[in-house]
């Protein structure tokens, strides 16, 4: 399975016009984007990030059922590809860090809502979002995905549920990771992740000078297999999902039949 991850150079909105102007821009690189089984987009794609971009979430986020999630549900279907798109969701009076997953041929398969939201330095989501209740996979022709997005990768339990409870082989992190003092453990988490959980983690920032470096990680990391990043400028991440990869790793290094379930429940 082919796997992209769009890093793009977005508008940090304050208004409805500049959000509509992210969603433009989105849509020409998901069309420009090399044919592949399944496309990704930064966190909060539609609006950017930032203390000012939440503060004007009442003009710029979305319902699920929107004009909004109408386009990208058409660009899936256009592209004949699966979408995992970052917007501000808008329930009733509340909003949502989330991701709407699409399936190739348009329809909407789930929406997933960030689970984790931090409290620190300009990242004070909490004081604008719900935080998500559930965890969310998908099939994508015979490969289980699991989603996170950005500061959901520094809770481990997280990853674990999924790779042991939903048998996920790729797990999407979209997120908005800007240069201060975390910048420097973000790479390090994801190949925490990958490698005790025995999966593929693709993480996609968005671009720009204190931005960018989008990161994929396999399963296990040798003399064969590598991590892979971008540079900080708008750019293209495509990947593959080997099965025959995941089953080689899995078999060589039981890692997860020798988790000691009944020792960890003792601990609590």
Known sequence: MKVAGLQLRLIDATTRQQKESNVDHILQQIDACPQCDLIVVPELATVGYGQDVFENLSFTADPVASSTIDRIRSAAKRKQTFLAFGFPEKSEDAFYNSVALIDDRGGLIDVYRKTHLPLFVDTMEGDYFQSGDRLVSFDVRGVEVGVSICYDIRYPELARNLALDRNIDLLLHPTAFSDDETFASWHPFIVTRAIENQ??????????????????????????????ALGVDEDCLVATIDDGVLSTVRQKYRYREGINQKALESLR
Request: charge should be positive; include cysteine.
């Open 199 to 228: 999966i593929y983690v693709l993480s996609v920032n968005r671009a720009g000078e204190r931005s960018g470096r989008s990161f994929f990680c396999p399963p296990l990391m040798d003399w064969q297999r590598h991590s892979s």
